[in-house]
């Protein structure tokens, strides 16, 4: 059996010894190799209910987290349209702040 039929064999057919033939004599290129992408698009999430979804909690939870200032940086506000920045607004209510202890 040659290569090119081996690549037409499901892998659960295969036998162990026809697995490691294709695997070691099969040409490894850059083609093959797994890209890693990286989305640079921001995400954003709108409103009391988008702040409640974005930090898995309540919508009275997601108000005081809004009305703390903790996240005042990535909330944009527009009469009473609100937007968020989701990444800027996790890692600002990650961050300790001083004052209480």
């Not at 040659?2 to 083609?31: V, Y």
């Not at 527009?78 to 989701?86: C, S």
Request: glycine share 10%.
């Amino acid at each position: 059996m040659n290569i090119k039929e081996l690549r037409q064999k499901p892998l659960w057919q295969m036998t162990g010894e026809e697995f490691l033939f294709l695997h070691q004599n099969s040409p490894a290129t850059d083609a093959q190799q797994p890209t890693v992408t990286i989305d640079t698009t921001k995400k954003y999430v709108y409103g009391i209910l988008g702040i409640a979804k974005l930090f898995g909690c309540s919508m009275p939870t997601a108000n005081r987290i809004k009305q703390s200032g903790k996240i005042d940086r990535a909330i944009t506000q527009i009469g009473r349209k609100i937007i968020v920045d989701a990444q800027l607004a996790i890692e600002l209510a990650g961050r300790k702040t001083g004052g209480r202890g």
